[in-house]
């Protein structure tokens, strides 16, 4: 199948350790009869038919998929019923109730979701009560849609995306579920193992239709070759719940469990704010043609560009060296020929000089094809860099391993490889780039984060606005002198001690945590790192 086609219906078929695990577990409910709303070659259905079961339905929208399904069921295989059609076309009336719904729904984000089928996905949804915004991505209203096509007490088996527990219309997704099973649980694995995802995949086990459950069980796991012998009717029990009721908290999950109680404990202290309570956090600019729009200031004057089009940038969070940008950064990055001033020419009051370097930055950007590239031609005019915002505090977008916030000593723009946040009094800055390097945000961050799959943490504007953090009471001097400490050692390469310093003068001296719990808190956040690392190296050992 082409590539493209292949994306456009999520055709990413599911490993047979996975497909062979969710059918024993499902027909060990005693059931009979199996569908596979989106099946694709047929695996699970195939998988269905050599371990007994004696009535199969399909579902999907690619024909020659099906065709290979039909073809794989084995000699003796019972009647199989395919529906060659958009699953939500189908209703449960057309098909008698089944015992068992088994499969990997496809995961089509909302840009591509859309038209008729969205609106009737999102119609089913809200037949079993979830209010789905139209920011889901198929996979959710695919689950609800096919829960509706069992019979009562009959199970669901389903491979899922970590959004399932991460994402608000997951969470309501995952309400819904628990309001139309008995008992919810959730596989996650350490190692990533569904090739066709960049997110971590769960799978999906719902039992008893008709039932309710206040809250979805998590079952960690290693890898998908540990499901061989694993037995579901043991594990759960001590799993950790997952309260559909507040969501976003799946990181607690896989920390140990004095680090969640204290993290739990802690985030009620009065202390212990988010960020958006102390200003608002927002993208960076998008250039279109980041060579062309950027340059240094000694490219910029060379090239005879006024002095007043060229404004200070920090590029990404390489450029961020210290927990200050300073001008004297920006000059290092520059001597180094990285660009850090974006060009913005202004036709306002034009000097007969500026006129002339604006028609030859234009015919420079003709030349080059920069008016059709796709973010200048949408603009108007296609020159000039728009959503220029200059923040207080500059902080990390895709986060490695040791983030860190700077103040903008530079009064420097950011592109949106960056956030930037402003605050409502900018002179807490400093306080604010300290309190992010305690143990305590950097637990928040691995949290409210999301991790894609190069293991890389990403946290969006909203997410970042809900990282929390203490805010340092001490003395202006105190301050200033911790400050230093800090900057010099993260300059010096040394992240472990600014984590140190913040830790000692906030988490220590103003909240009064010991030494044993400031390292709990320090093992929790370092386990979740790990944890997004080791995922992103796949099933390598
Ligand atoms: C992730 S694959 C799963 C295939 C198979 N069940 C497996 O796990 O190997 C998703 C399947 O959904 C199908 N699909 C996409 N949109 C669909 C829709 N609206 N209705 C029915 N099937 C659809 C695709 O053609 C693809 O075969």
Not at 102 to 116: H, L
Not at 459 to 465: R, V
């Amino acid at each position: 199948m082409a590539p493209s086609r292949r994306k456009a219906l999520g055709a990413y078929y599911t490993a047979a350790p996975v497909v062979e695990f969710l059918v024993r577990w499902g027909l060990g409910f005693g059931g009979a009869s199996v569908m596979d709303p989106s099946c694709g070659d047929g695996r699970f259905l195939v998988a269905a038919a050599r371990h007994g079961a004696r009535r199969l339905v399909g579902c999907d929208l690619d024909a020659e998929a099906l065709r290979t399904a039909g073809a794989s069921l084995p000699p003796d295989a019972p009647g199989a019923a395919w529906h060659h059609r958009d699953f939500f076309l189908l209703s449960p009336e057309q098909t008698a109730p089944v015992d068992l719904i088994v499969g990997n729904p496809p995961f089509i984000r909302y840009q591509q979701f859309c038209g008729e089928s969205r609106a009737r996905a999102l119609a089913s949804a809200l037949r079993v009560g979830a209010r789905l915004s139209r920011l889901s991505a198929s996979w959710a209203p695919f689950l609800l849609h096919a829960m509706q096509f069992l019979r009562p007490g009959g199970a669901m088996g389903m491979v899922v995306p970590a959004e399932l527990a991460q994402t608000a219309y997951g969470t309501e997704t995952l309400r819904a579920l628990c309001a139309g099973f008995a008992r919810v649980r959730l596989l996650t694995f350490r190692r990533n193992w569904f090739d066709g995802a960049q997110q971590e995949t769960f799978l999906l086990l719902a039992e008893d239709r008709g039932g309710a459950t206040a809250s979805a069980e998590l079952v960690p796991l290693d890898r998908i070759e540990d499901l061989a012998g694993f037995a579901v009717s043991a594990a759960g029990q001590d799993g950790f719940s997952l309260d559909t009721a507040r969501g976003g908290r799946l990181g607690l999950a896989f920390v140990a469990p004095a680090a969640r109680d204290l993290y739990l404990r802690l985030i009620d202290h009065a202390d212990v704010v988010e960020l958006c309570s102390l200003g608002e956090v927002a993208n960076g600019y998008v250039s279109g043609a980041n060579d062309f729009f950027h340059c240094t200031a000694a490219d910029g004057a060379q090239r005879g560009l006024p002095e007043e089009w060229l404004l200070p940038v920090a590029r990404n969070s390489r450029s961020l060296v210290g927990l200050t940008f300073t001008q004297g950064d920006l000059a290092c990055a520059e001597a180094r020929a990285v660009p850090h001033h974006l060009i913005l020419p202004r036709d306002d009051d034009l000097f007969a000089a500026d006129s002339v370097a604006l028609e030859a930055f234009q015919r420079a950007g003709k030349r080059a094809g920069i008016p059709a590239r796709y973010k200048c031609r949408t603009r108007n005019p296609w020159w000039r860099v728009p959503g220029l915002v200059r923040a207080d505090v500059l902080l990390p977008y895709m986060i490695g391993s040791e983030p860190h916030a700077s103040v903008n000593c530079a009064n420097a723009l950011y592109p949106n490889s960056l956030h930037g946040l402003r605050l409502a009094n900018p002179m807490l800055a400093a306080r604010v780039v300290l309190g992010l390097a305690s143990s305590l945000s950097l637990l928040s961050m691995e949290l409210v984060g999301r991790s894609y799959g190069g293991g890389i943490l990403k946290l969006e504007p909203t997410e970042m606005q809900r990282v929390r953090l203490v805010l340092p009471t001490c003395g202006e001097q105190q301050l200033r002198m911790v400050f230093e400490l800090a900057d010099a050692a993260l300059r010096g390469g040394d992240f472990n001690a600014v984590v140190e310093v913040a830790d000692s003068l906030i988490l220590k001296d103003q909240l009064g945590l010991s030494a044993e719990d400031i390292d709990c808190l320090s093992q929790a956040r370092s386990a979740l790192v790990e944890r997004r690392l080791t995922r992103s190296r796949r099933n390598r050992p």
